[in-house]
């Protein structure tokens, strides 16, 4: 079983919808949770991180953390062209000192 | 400018050949890593480095160097390249934790190996 797994999508909404994005990973010791966005031919870029459960909010950009379910997710709302991308789920753990991705979900919305 | 700067952007090259990619931060940060991009696998950290003269192995470290003689710079080599090592190579740094950002990534280089 793989630590993180990620629905691979790729996911094709109108604009304006609200996406939900998931992970689930399998190892207790990590601590960090991030997601990154990652446009076509650059780095990816943080969005959003956390190290509790529970729900934080960035604008239109929510992430969910269930530590017990072990499983995060994002939400994006009132979807925008320019949302457009790769997105990423994370773990870190201090142990490790390095992060553990997800396999990516291909976001597009389309006008 | 401050940031993480990767280059070549672009690389083409033969197998068997050697190939170097080119790290370069401006953040002091001590932590660095070499991540390798494929479809289907997401991103596979290759090796890091904790501090100068400090390196470790990832999930995929074989057929590739590192060394870290700078805090700042971080080259990867290929001393062979195999068409299997055809990916997109992302380089990235850290200070661990000490704000919000864990890891801040290059743009890549895209390396075809014929």
């Known amino acids: 079983q793989k630590e993180v797994e990620q629905d691979p999508g790729p996911l094709s909404v109108p604009e304006g919808a609200i996406v939900s994005l998931n992970c689930t990973y399998s190892?207790?010791?990590?601590?960090?949770f991030m997601w990154y966005r990652q446009y076509s031919r650059k780095g990816p870029e943080l969005l959003m991180y956390?190290?509790?459960?529970g729900n934080k909010e960035d604008g239109r950009f929510t992430a969910q953390v269930d530590k017990s379910s072990k499983y995060i997710s994002l939400f994006i709302r009132d979807s925008q062209p320019s949302d457009s991308a790769t997105y990423l789920c994370?773990?870190?753990?201090?142990?490790?000192?390095?992060?553990?991705f997800g396999q990516g979900t291909i976001l597009t919305v389309h006008p | 400018d401050a940031g993480i700067t990767q280059s070549p952007r672009y690389k083409i090259t033969e197998t068997g050949r050697q190939v170097t990619l080119m790290c370069h931060q401006t953040?002091?940060?001590?932590?660095m890593f070499w991540y390798r991009q494929d479809l289907g696998h997401g991103l596979r950290l290759i090796y890091y480095?904790?501090?100068?003269?400090?390196?470790d192995k990832g999930e995929v470290p074989d057929g590739y160097v590192v060394s870290r003689s700078k805090t700042e710079n971080f080259p990867l080599t290929l001393e062979s390249a195999t068409r299997s090592q055809t990916s997109v190579y992302f380089c990235?740094?850290?200070?661990?934790?000490?704000?919000?950002?864990?890891?801040?990534f290059g743009d890549g280089t895209r390396l075809s190996i014929l």
């Open positions: 994370a773990w870190w753990g201090t142990s490790y000192g390095k992060l553990t």
């Open positions: 190892n207790s010791a990590f601590q960090y």
């Open positions: 956390t190290y509790s459960s």
């Open positions: 953040w002091s940060h001590s932590y």
């Open positions: 480095s904790a501090a100068a003269d400090i390196t």
């Open positions: 990235a740094s850290s200070d661990l934790g000490q704000d919000e950002q864990p890891q801040h």
